[in-house]
């Protein structure tokens, strides 16, 4: 089964919102990886967050973090139509090796 | 080459026929995989390799073999090719295990 699952599976909005997608995984973790992935091409990792860290920022993008519900938000502030693209969160468990379990992926579309 | 490069983009494969992915990566990185992407199933992970010279196996492994004779090149063979191994296959790296991983951009594979 998907460790990371994430929530909204597709989400519409218009240029310069704010746009928000969760990720909920099962088990303890070693870190947490978000990834977008553009239309035909590989997924591009955005950024990661350790498991002892509750909220990490890259430019537009902030993740946050809460192993007590085991759960992850990845933000993105101010976003372009250029941002358009699916979105999938990872999860490096503690158990598994240093293997990533990919959720199924937030489609997002960021309309002009 | 810079990153990750995979070979064929897309191939349409004759069921029962024999097929093998090329993967090559210049980064130097340990860690490879591979993963096949399917709509509504996210990405599953295949087989690995932590380093060359081994591999393991993944959470779809059946139908599907590797090698990892030196640190660039991942190839995964399909041995008898059938209909449900239809998919986008993936090949990605990362330095060590659990780390960020770089993708290559696909291989579209259609068994008929």
């Known amino acids: 089964s998907q460790q990371g699952e994430e929530d909204p599976q597709a989400l519409s909005i218009q240029e310069g919102e704010n746009a928000t997608m969760n990720c909920s995984y099962k088990t303890s973790i070693n870190n947490l990886q978000w990834y977008r992935q553009n239309s035909g091409r590989g997924l591009v990792h955005l950024i990661l967050i350790r498991s002892n860290e509750r909220e990490k920022h890259s430019g537009r993008l902030r993740v946050t973090l809460d192993t007590s519900k085991k759960s992850s938000s990845l933000l993105i502030t101010a976003s372009r139509a250029a941002d358009t693209a699916s979105y999938f969160c990872a999860t490096d468990g503690n158990n598994q090796g240093g293997k990533l379990i990919f959720g199924q992926g937030t489609e997002l579309s960021v309309k002009p | 080459i810079a990153g990750i490069t995979q070979a064929p983009t897309s191939q349409i494969l004759a069921a029962g026929r024999r097929m093998t992915l090329r993967c090559t990566q210049d980064?130097?990185?340990?860690?490879m995989y591979w993963y096949r992407q399917d709509l509504g199933l996210g990405l599953r992970l295949i087989h690995y390799s932590n380093t060359a010279g081994t591999t393991g196996k993944g959470e779809v492994p059946d139908g599907y073999s590797v090698s990892r004779a030196n640190t660039d090149d991942f190839p995964l063979t399909l041995a008898s090719a059938v209909p449900s191994q239809t998919s986008v296959y993936f090949c990605a790296s990362s330095d060590q295990v659990g780390q960020p991983q770089h993708f290559g951009d696909g291989t579209r594979l259609s068994i008929l």
């Open positions: 980064m130097r990185h340990n860690a």
